[in-house]
């Protein structure tokens, strides 16, 4: 009976150590083995524009669905083992998927992320003069939120700073159309909110303009520029316009001078998803 549970005892160590041994194998490294190492960084960009650029951009700069990557600030985690993680895990509740890269070519792609960020583009303006920008004689806020204060007919702005680069804001003010624009992916949220501009026309002619908040085949829901919801069975409407521009103005440099432009930027840049 002794020898039994002798033997018992012994199987269930063997069991507790195999489960230690296959714990330290799954969890990553702390730090990345491949930091720093030129090869590595050249195989990580080729990986990551193979796998990523769809979303993040091909320069890792934010596309019209994902956030930036080279600010140096990451919202689920900043440290080389939480990033090792959101690339092969994903962040449920948001359009990250876990990726099948192996261990070697996540690291790849954190070297190369990791080099990027020193070469992150600097703003250089006035950021209070920004400020005052947006929230005055910009007229931004009408359209755009910002820790709870503006509108809701374009992409909430409040963590645009770490979700967007500098080159990309610059043209979506210069050139509205040029993207049409996706709200920032948030956490626990499926789908990032689409600002694709619309005009709901009545059977009895009256006009709607505003954005989509949801469509499929046979229904339409839209805010118009006054922030009503409407909700309308397509077969309630004469017609449904859908034209691949912004409802955003273009703010040339006629209407915003590029010192002005420069210091909203530097406002914006400060946005990062924690109010001061």
């Given at each position: 009976m002794m020898a039994?549970?002798?033997?018992?005892?012994?199987?269930?160590?063997?069991?507790?150590?195999?489960?230690?041994?296959?714990?330290a194998q799954d969890k990553p490294a702390e730090k990345n083995p491949l930091a720093g190492q030129p090869a590595a960084i050249a195989e990580g960009r080729a990986i990551f524009r193979f796998t990523c650029s769809a979303c993040h951009g091909v320069d890792a700069r934010g596309g019209l669905r994902a956030p930036n990557l080279t600010s140096g600030v990451w919202t689920h985690g900043g440290s080389d083992q939480s990033v090792f993680n959101t690339i092969q895990h994903g962040v449920p509740g948001t359009l990250m998927p876990a990726n099948d890269l192996t261990d070697t070519e996540t690291w790849q792609v954190i070297a190369w992320l990791r080099s990027l960020e020193a070469k992150n583009e600097a703003v250089a303006g006035d950021a209070q003069h920004g400020r005052a920008i947006f929230f005055g004689d910009g007229?931004?806020?009408?359209?755009?939120?910002?820790?709870?204060?503006?509108?809701?007919?374009g992409p909430d702005l409040s963590r645009v700073g770490a979700a967007r680069g500098s080159q990309y804001l610059r043209d979506s003010i210069r050139e509205p159309s040029k993207y049409i624009a996706e709200g920032i992916t948030e956490p626990n949220k499926d789908l990032a909110q689409r600002y694709q501009q619309v005009t709901a026309i009545t059977l009895d002619g009256q006009r709607l303009s505003g954005v989509v908040l949801n469509e499929d085949t046979f229904s339409l829901q839209m805010l118009d520029r006054q922030e009503n919801v409407h909700a309308f069975l397509k077969s309630e409407l004469r017609q449904v316009i859908e034209p691949s521009q912004s409802l955003m103005p273009a703010y040339t440099p006629d209407v915003l001078s590029d010192r002005d432009l420069n210091d909203l930027l530097a406002y914006l840049h400060t946005l990062r998803g924690q109010q001061p």
């Open positions: 039994a549970r002798g033997a018992v005892c012994r199987w269930l160590l063997c069991l507790c150590l195999a489960a230690r041994v296959l714990s007229n931004c806020s009408s359209c755009h939120m910002v820790f709870g204060k503006g509108g809701r007919l």
